[in-house]
T-cell receptor, first 116, second 114 residues
Framework: QKEVEQDPGPLSVPEGAIVSLNCTYSNSAFQYFMWYRQYSRKGPELLMYTYSSGNKEDGRFTAQVDKSSKYISLFIRDSQPSDSATYLCAMVGRNAGGTSYGKLTFGQGTILTVHP | EAQVTQNPRYLITVTGKKLTVTCSQNMNHEYMSWYRQDPGLGLRQIYYSMNVEVTDKGDVPEGYKVSRKEKRNFPLILESPSPNQTSLYFC?????????????FGPGTRLTVL
């Protein structure tokens, strides 16, 4: 079983729709939770990060973490064609020796297309 | 311009021929990391470095080596490449740890091992 599971989609929605992207995880030691966006032929860029359970909002984006259920979500309101990209969740955990937080585990990525 | 650079950008090689992919950042970042990206598997971390002379394994370190002798450089070494290492490789850096800091990614290196 993978430590982080993400539905790869693809997901196709009309412009203006609310998009919900989700990841589940099995490692309760994960501390930080992030969402990255990756456009075709580019490196990923950080969208949002959260540390604790709850919601965090930034413009049209809301990140939600539920540590008790080991579940994170990203909501995109009023989606735009420019939001078309691959969205990856990522989680930070400890190294094997437990001495530092630097190990990053990604989900498989969800391909999102927003059509006009 | 603040950036992460990788070289080469594209490489085709043959099984067993040692190669090095260089990664350099000019932002004085402490944290650097290598990832590979394969269709349907997302990004997987190979190795990371919290600081000079400090490296640690990610999820898929087998077949790779790294070193961090100076802050700005973090080369990825494939001692004996095999076809299953054909992939898109990204280097990234971050000011401190990656918990609450943004990682800046390089442009990627597309490697094909025949």
């Amino acid at each position: 079983q993978k430590e982080v599971e993400q539905d790869p989609g693809p997901l196709s929605v009309p412009e203006g729709a609310i998009v919900s992207l989700n990841c589940t995880y099995s490692n309760s030691a994960f501390q930080y939770f992030m969402w990255y966006r990756q456009y075709s032929r580019k490196g990923p860029e950080l969208l949002m990060y959260t540390y604790s359970s709850g919601n965090k909002e930034d413009g049209r984006f809301t990140a939600q973490v539920d540590k008790s259920s080991k579940y994170i979500s990203l909501f995109i309101r009023d989606s735009q064609p420019s939001d078309s990209a691959t969205y990856l969740c990522a989680m930070v955990g400890r190294n094997a020796g437990g001495t530092s937080y630097g190990k990053l585990t990604f989900g498989q990525g969800t391909i999102l297309t927003v059509h006009p | 311009e603040a950036q992460v650079t990788q070289n080469p950008r594209y490489l085709i090689t043959v099984t067993g021929k040692k190669l090095t992919v260089t990664c350099s950042q000019n932002m004085n970042h402490e944290y650097m990391s290598w990832y590979r990206q394969d269709p349907g598997l997302g990004l997987r971390q190979i190795y990371y470095s919290m600081n000079v002379e400090v490296t640690d394994k990610g999820d898929v370190p087998e077949g790779y080596k790294v070193s961090r002798k100076e802050k700005r450089n973090f080369p990825l070494i494939l001692e004996s490449p095999s076809p299953n290492q054909t992939s898109l490789y990204f280097c990234a850096s971050s000011p401190l740890g990656i918990g609450a800091n943004e990682q800046f990614f390089g442009p990627g290196t597309r490697l094909t091992v025949l």
